[in-house]
Antibody, heavy 124, light 107 residues
Framework: QLQLQESGPGLVKPSETLSLTCTVS??????????WDWIRQPPGKGLEWIGH???????NFNPSLQSRVTMSVDTSKKQFSLKLDSVTAADTAVYYCARGAYDSSGHRPALDYWGQGTLVTVSS | DIQMTQSPSSLSASIGDRVTITCRAS??????LNWYQQKPGKAPYLLISAASSLQSGVPSRFSGSGSGTYFTLTIRSLQPEDFATYYC?????????FGGGTKVEIK
């Protein structure tokens, strides 16, 4: 059974960089059938897609965050990471990592496995 | 960005009721539409992909339909464990976008 687990600081100061890592266990990270996604959810609000990365290092980001986001992947450790620069209180949210699974024709991806989420609070 | 609009934003229903949630896309997404269930304090859970494909292990009382810009999620006979918030999401293009959610509460 595939499992994803987020890790990283739960408190980040304004203007600093938020850094999170997602560790994948129980399956491979090295397949083009999957993207590795980050999604966030401010307290009491809806879901926002941050972006994703493939094991090759190819990325796609939400334009609303693109100037501040970096993602990387380490296939040897089965980990992928998120960095978000210059954070403000508006970046306070539960951050989820998830797997985007493509169908047999390579289309129609869906987020089929999720980490439990980690709350990151931006505050001095 | 493709905007996803869900309605209603919340509803009250009783055990055994049939519940329908709608999701509209701001442009055609063919069948690149997924539905998730989220319970308080938990991660979202994939119910339906590709508009109508029920995920393994998801009860058959859940069904999805639609294509283009209009989609529905139906719960045939509401059970106690179905009280949750439901989100639609388009995967036709990036950025992936979610609907605002529909909270299903007990009447």
């Amino acid at each position: 059974q595939l499992q994803l687990q987020e890790s990283g600081p739960g408190l980040v100061k304004p203007s600093e960089t938020l850094s999170l890592t997602c560790t994948v266990s129980g399956g491979s990270i090295s397949s083009l059938s999957y993207s590795w996604d980050w999604i966030r959810q401010p307290p009491g609000k809806g879901l926002e897609w941050i972006g994703h990365i493939f094991y090759t290092g190819t990325t796609n980001f939400n334009p609303s965050l693109q100037s501040r986001v970096t993602m990387s992947v380490d296939t040897s450790k089965k980990q992928f990471s998120l960095k978000l620069d210059s954070v403000t209180a508006a970046d306070t949210a539960v951050y989820y990592c998830a797997r985007g699974a493509y169908d047999s024709s390579g289309h129609r991806p869906a987020l089929d496995y999720w980490g439990q989420g980690t709350l990151v609070t931006v505050s001095s | 960005d493709i905007q996803m609009t869900q309605s209603p934003s919340s509803l009250s229903a009783s055990i055994g009721d049939r519940v329908t949630i709608t999701c509209r896309a701001s442009e055609s997404i063919t069948t690149y539409l997924n539905w998730y269930q989220q319970k308080p304090g938990k991660a979202p859970y994939l119910l339906i992909s590709a508009a109508s494909s029920l995920q393994s292990g998801v009860p058959s009382r859940f069904s999805g339909s639609g294509s283009g810009t209009y989609f529905t999620l139906t719960i045939r006979s509401l059970q106690p464990e179905d009280f949750a918030t439901y989100y639609c999401q388009q995967s036709y293009t990036t950025p992936r976008t979610f609907g605002g959610g529909t909270k299903v509460e007990i009447k």
